[in-house]
């Protein structure tokens, strides 16, 4: 077990230490982080060789999927997108000490809304070495610090990324290493979920079941990343090509990821015409197709659809389909059974469309579009901490805004509150000012 009180400690003191550095300065250590990720390829590679050992034997005997195992393996390509998504994210705009707000309550007396960072985020995420250094990019970047629990099964990767990545920071200026730290023990989650005096955020990563358990035993704040059960659904005046071809791209395209679609409903009134062509086009990519009463009799082949079905997220080569009246029932199905992921509708009616993107109860909601795009990078965030489904601060992939709060800056010339009330109270101007380099 970690020693979380000299953890904590340390991710305090680099929290203030990051927090008021320049854009150049964190651009820098990102900089440094990419070319020490590029440097070091060949010993990240042998710390998941021997990650990947250990879970050919795990995937032999079934304690780990295929899908799992895909994602924690490394190889040079993936080193190379790690770095290019590091520079990726210096690239992009400096999320701190933009101004939101800003009024003139009386002459001489200014008040402004500005950017800042969280502080100390606690990111829990599963066996996915990449997520180690997106995490540890957006944090620089943002000006907080990372404390980072991965996935057991990918301990020897993200023990040595994280090494690489502290000296890349500490030597790059004045960042301290402490900026970027990990824990690897089960038993540590429990001991920073009571640091509240330490940590500002939780970003868990991973299943209802265990977002659920953290927020219930969290002291702290929790940005949630939980189950991807997801939607596309084919309206009556669908085209029926375009369907097809984003049915297939949000289940298949990269099965393993949690926008990826789990449940397909279909317009009793294009049931007839499109269940069978889209079925063999899902069958050829390797889908097993399971269905409800309406389907299977269109689709004798489809396995029976059960009520568990849709309310798994299976993260394979499997998809439910179930026929529904019209556009008020897939969305009465998806409120009730979706993770308010991401959810899409394939429709030419902009009337329906509307409708749809209005009332879905979703972080990220598309109109014939792959419910793949639903991404940090693909967004234009540079990347992301994760998905949050949860309505809080941050909703959808969370990047460099997510992880941002703001602080109220007031800036008077010896103004004291006594002279604003009483019975010859000054009045208030509250005269709003333009946002930008000019409020300051």
Known sequence: MADIEAICSGARHAALVLAPMSLKERNDALEAMA???EAKSAKILEANAADLKAAEAALASGEMSQSVFKRLALNEAKIGEMARGIRA??????????ISYATLLDDGLRL??????????????????DA????????VKSGNVAILKGGREAIHSNRKLTEVLRQAISKAGNIPADAIQQVEAREDIAAL?????????????????????????SRIPVLGHADGICHIYVDKAADIEMAINLAVDSKTQYVAVCNAIETMLVHRDVALDFLPRVAEALM????????????????????????????????????????????????????????????????KDEGIARLFLDRVDAASVMWNASTRFA????????????IATDKIHARGPVGLEGLTI??????????VVSDYSGENAKPFLHRPLPLGDEAQ
């Open 35 to 37: 070319f020490a990720i």
């Open 89 to 98: 994210v210096a690239a992009l705009s400096d999320p701190l000490g933009s």
């Open 112 to 129: 402004v809304r500005v950017g800042c960072p969280l502080g100390v985020i606690a990111a829990i995420f599963e066996s996915r070495p």
């Open 132 to 139: 180690l250094v997106q995490i540890a990019s957006l944090c």
């Open 193 to 217: 979920l009571s640091r509240d005096d330490s940590i500002d955020l939780i970003i868990p990563r991973g299943s209802n079941e265990f977002v659920a358990h953290i927020k219930e035993h």
């Open 284 to 347: 050829a990519r390797g889908v097993e197709v399971r269905g409800c009463e309406l389907t299977r009799k269109i689709l004798p082949e489809a396995v029976v659809a059960k009520e568990l079905d849709w309310k798994s997220e299976y993260l394979d080569l499997i998809l439910s389909i179930r026929v529904v009246a019209g556009p008020e029932d897939a969305i009465a199905h998806i409120n009730n059974y979706g993770s308010r992921h991401t959810e899409a509708i394939v429709t």
């Open 375 to 386: 991404d940090g990078y693909r967004f234009g965030l540079g990347a992301e901490v994760g």
């Open 406 to 415: 703001y602080k109220y800056q007031l800036i008077g010339d010896g103004h």
